[in-house]
Nanobody, 123 residues
Framework: QVQLVESGGGLVQAGGSLRLSCAASGRTLSNYAMGWFRQAPGKEREFVALISRSGGYTTYADSIKGRITISRDNAKNTVYLQMNSLKPEDTAVYYC????????????????WGQGTQVTVSS
């Protein structure tokens, strides 16, 4: 079992930045590829970013590529999502998730989920 806890969300003006963190406990995070997803009201959960177990590979959703960076510190059992130039359409609950399935971007392939952190971007 892996327990994931996100933090760092909040209210920010358009053009601002936020850094989300996802702290893991229970098992060593380096065993898992990690992803960030988001879900806006009335919409399906969507993929945002993925990082491989070692951190050597990352991929991003086209809708937000260039404005975000995913990273991880396996020694601290923590994954991060740096978000810059935020837009109102980035408003959503952001979730981190862990998978043993490798480099996958579909939510159903993820084994463990955090409770989410709210990001609200005002115009």
């Amino acid at each position: 079992q892996v327990q994931l806890v996100e933090s760092g969300g909040g209210l920010v003006q358009a053009g601002g930045s936020l850094r989300l963190s996802c702290a893991a406990s229970g098992r060593t995070l380096s065993n898992y590829a990690m992803g960030w997803f988001r879900q806006a009201p009335g919409k399906e959960r969507e993929f945002v970013a993925l990082i491989s177990r070692s951190g050597g590979y990352t991929t991003y959703a086209d809708s937000i590529k260039g404005r975000i960076t995913i990273s991880r510190d396996n020694a601290k059992n923590t994954v991060y999502l740096q978000m810059n130039s935020l837009k109102p359409e980035d408003t959503a609950v952001y979730y981190c998730a862990a998978t043993l399935s490798g480099l996958v971007t579909t939510a159903i392939r993820y084994d463990y989920w955090g409770q989410g952190t709210q990001v609200t971007v005002s115009s």
